[in-house]
């Protein structure tokens, strides 16, 4: 089965310092990863995602994410932090052969940035 | 303008009250699936539809039904609703059930059972 681990409950960091958010995978081959943002009393918004190719990954607001394959991570960064990127941050991944149409969610961070 | 709309919002009811969450989207969409959101939990999948009157179960489909008769409406029904349902629930649309696929998210309906 796949699965999807985001090892931090909350990432707190000061506005203007780089961030990372962390996630990391198990599926069998490889997977298509995907990064949602929810922000106060709203639903998923789309970030970015990878399917194949670069490893780097650049999305909406700013955002980059790098796939790791070794590693089976796929952290979502950004070289400097707003305060408006204070939100809950989810990672998904779908495997392509696993014949569900089914997105596999993370638990979820909560990135604070603070002023 | 494009979206993935939800009602009510908000719900508050009683337990074994039929309830139904309507879900409706304007891009023509072909995929559309229900998830519920709990703290700690992240997202789980209810249900999830291809196309008209295609639907399938996901992760969590106990107490829910779902039905897909037009392909812009996908309602969420509950028959009987318990207070273990009492969630944030959030429904999602993709222009096809392909996996590259991006899925546009509603703006969400909390639903409280006492």
């Known amino acids: 089965a796949q699965s999807v681990a985001q090892p931090e409950d909350q990432v707190n960091v000061a506005e203007g310092n780089p961030l990372t958010v962390k996630c990391t995978y198990s599926?069998?081959?490889?997977?298509?990863l995907f990064w949602y943002v929810q922000y106060p009393n709203r639903g998923l918004q789309f970030l970015l995602k990878?399917?194949?190719?670069?490893?780097l990954v650049k999305g909406s607001y700013g955002f980059e994410a790098e796939f790791n394959k070794s590693q089976t991570s796929f952290h979502l960064k950004k070289p400097s932090a707003l305060v408006s990127d204070s939100a809950l941050y989810f990672c998904a991944v779908r495997v392509p052969w696993a014949g569900s149409y089914q997105l596999t969610f993370g638990k979820g961070t909560k990135l604070s940035v603070i002023p | 303008e494009a979206q993935v709309t939800q009602n009510p919002r908000y719900l508050i009811t009683v337990t074994g009250k039929k309830l139904t969450v309507t879900c409706s989207q304007n891009m023509n969409h072909e995929y559309m699936s229900w998830y519920r959101q709990d703290p700690g939990l992240g997202l789980r999948q209810i249900y999830y539809s291809m196309n008209v009157e295609v639907t399938d179960k996901g992760d969590v489909p106990e107490g829910y039904k779902v039905s897909r008769k037009e392909k812009r409406n996908f309602p969420l029904i509950l028959e009987s609703p318990s207070p273990n349902q009492t969630s944030l629930y959030f429904c999602?649309?993709?222009?096809?059930?392909?996996?590259?696929?991006?899925?546009?998210f509603g703006p969400g309906t909390r639903l409280t059972v006492l």
């Open positions: 999602a649309s993709s222009l096809s059930p392909g996996i590259t696929d991006t899925q546009y």
């Open positions: 599926v069998s081959g490889n997977p298509y």
């Open positions: 990878y399917i194949t190719g670069d490893n």
